[in-house]
T-cell receptor, first 110, second 115 residues
Framework: SQQGEEDPQALSIQEGENATMNCSYK?????LQWYRQNSGRGLVHLIL?????REKHSGRLRVTLDTSKKSSSLLITASRAADTASYFC??????????FGKGTRLSVIA | NAGVTQTPKFQVLKTGQSMTLQCAQD?????MYWYRQDPGMGLRLIYY???????DKGEVPNGYNVSRLNKREFSLRLESAAPSQTSVYFC??????????????FGDGTRLSIL
């Protein structure tokens, strides 16, 4: 069964705007990861945040984690047409495999 | 520097036929995974291999078998294909020696249609 649930399912924005995607999960985790999937390709790892971290940055990406609310958000600033993709959160706990959510489809319109 | 390579990229089968999907990684990773991706369902884990010589069932193992041939290769077999197995199949690997809080590396998938 899926652990992470992304919200919204789909998001359409103009180039230059910020995009925010959310992920909620149900059980305790020790890390949460975000992946991007371009059409027809495999998933690519973007960023990992551990349960003892609250915020992490990587280039135009900002991830937050609130373990008390069991939720995470991914912010992409100054979006570009090339950011058009599906974005997935995945939760990790102990030595068990990652569990992926159903994804958010982001469309950035030039 | 190929990463994770999956073959074939596309395949069409008839119901009842058998097929083996191949996956190889060149990153010396311990752990390997097979997922299926269906519209609106995200990725669901079929089988995984935490290390060479071990395999375990994931969320949706029925109708599939796997073989961890060596550290590099992890194959997925459909013994008698059914239309419900039409999907995109992804293989992934992980360097679990550093702990499981590590990123997974994915291949570009095998698009399988069963008529």
């Amino acid at each position: 069964s899926q652990q992470g649930e992304e919200d919204p399912q789909a998001l359409s924005i103009q180039e230059g705007e910020n995009a925010t995607m959310n992920c909620s999960y149900k059980t305790s985790i020790n890390n949460l990861q975000w992946y991007r999937q371009n059409s027809g390709r495999g998933l690519v790892h973007l960023i990992l945040i551990r349960s003892n971290e609250r915020e992490k940055h990587s280039g135009r990406l900002r991830v937050t984690l609130d373990t008390s609310k069991k939720s995470s958000s991914l912010l992409i600033t100054a979006s570009r047409a090339a950011d058009t993709a599906s974005y997935f959160c995945a939760t990790g706990a102990g030595n068990t495999p990652l569990v992926f959510g159903k994804g958010t489809r982001l469309s950035v319109i030039a | 520097n190929a990463g994770v390579t999956q073959t074939p990229k596309f395949q069409v089968l008839k119901t009842g036929q058998s097929m083996t999907l191949q996956c190889a990684q060149d990153m010396n990773h311990n752990s390997m995974y097979w997922y299926r991706q269906d519209p609106g369902m995200g990725l669901r884990l079929i089988y995984y291999s935490a290390s060479e010589g071990t395999t375990d069932k994931g969320e949706v193992p029925n109708g599939y078998n796997v073989s961890r041939l060596n550290k590099r290769e992890f194959s997925l077999r459909l013994e008698s294909a059914a239309p419900s197995q039409t999907s995109v199949y992804f293989c992934a690997s992980l360097d679990s020696e550093g702990g499981y809080g590590q990123p997974q590396h994915f291949g570009d998938g095998t698009r399988l249609s069963i008529l």
